[in-house]
């Protein structure tokens, strides 16, 4: 799996490209606690060469929310393939995150506050 | 049909337990959606036998054992690992609130396993502890 940070103004894009596991789901978690450690209130995420997702992936994510929440910053997840939407739908948290459809959406979302 | 794998502890296995599933899933007619979910299940499953059965100890060793029938797929992971049913149950009943809440990085895979197949089993015999995940082909 390789992880890439763009900043662009106050977003920090993250694209996420290939599998994420127990393996490699450490290395994400590190980028999101310096995220969150700078306070970065804009995180998006691509998912555009996520092919798999599991639930320490997911954990990843969910461990962080309440954090990101408590100094008003969130994450939105764009260009999601229906493989890895099924795997956020089977548990319910595609009713929690926030997934939107490409990198356009996400940053009118994020501009929406 | 009937396959196995012997391969070591490590989550960095886990990748290639999953091409050996898909390589014996691709001739199956079932739609490529109920293929990545059986895969995800059974790698949850994996993750949990390395990781909380036998703490990464890559001395060991794992195996899975899979079949299938006109009417089912069967796959059987047995490890040498701990086996705790009792804090299976648990985090398999926990809401998904109370994971967010609690800031859990665990406790998902579980709630997956649960969803996606139709029979888990979890059990010790001769002191090894398997766990036997069923889904039934439509």
Not at chain 2, 44 to 54: D, L, S
Request: proline share 0%; with cysteine; charged share 25%.
């Amino acid at each position: 799996m390789d992880i890439v940070q763009m900043h662009e103004g106050d977003v920090l894009d993250i694209v996420i490209t290939g599998q994420l596991d127990a393996n490699s789901a450490i290395k994400l978690d590190d980028v999101i606690k310096e995220a969150i450690k700078q306070r970065k209130t804009k995180i998006t995420i691509n998912c555009v060469g996520l092919s798999y997702i599991s639930s320490a992936g997911l954990g990843v994510f969910i461990s962080h929310l309440d954090d990101m929440k408590s100094y008003g910053g969130k994450f939105v997840f764009y260009d999601m393939s229906e493989s890895v939407f099924s795997v956020f739908k089977i548990l319910g948290l595609h009713t929690i995150m926030e997934i939107v459809e490409n990198r356009g959406e996400a940053k009118m979302l994020m501009d929406e506050g | 049909m009937k396959a196995n794998l012997t391969t070591i502890c490590s989550t960095e296995t886990q990748e290639e337990i999953r091409i050996f599933l898909g390589s014996f899933l691709a001739p199956i007619s079932i739609t490529d959606s109920e293929k990545n979910q059986i895969i995800l299940a059974v790698d949850e499953a994996v993750a949990n036998a390395i990781i909380h059965g036998n703490e990464q100890d890559n001395s060991r060793s794992i195996q899975i054992d899979i079949s299938i029938s006109k009417k089912s797929f069967t796959v059987e992971i047995s490890d040498i690992g701990l086996f705790d049913e009792i804090t299976k149950q648990d985090k398999k009943d926990k809401e998904l609130k109370a994971i967010i809440k609690e800031k859990q990085k665990g406790g998902l895979g579980l709630k997956l396993i649960y969803s996606i197949m139709d029979v888990v089993v979890f059990y010790t015999k001769d002191g090894k502890s398997y766990c036997r995940l069923v889904k039934m082909l439509k």
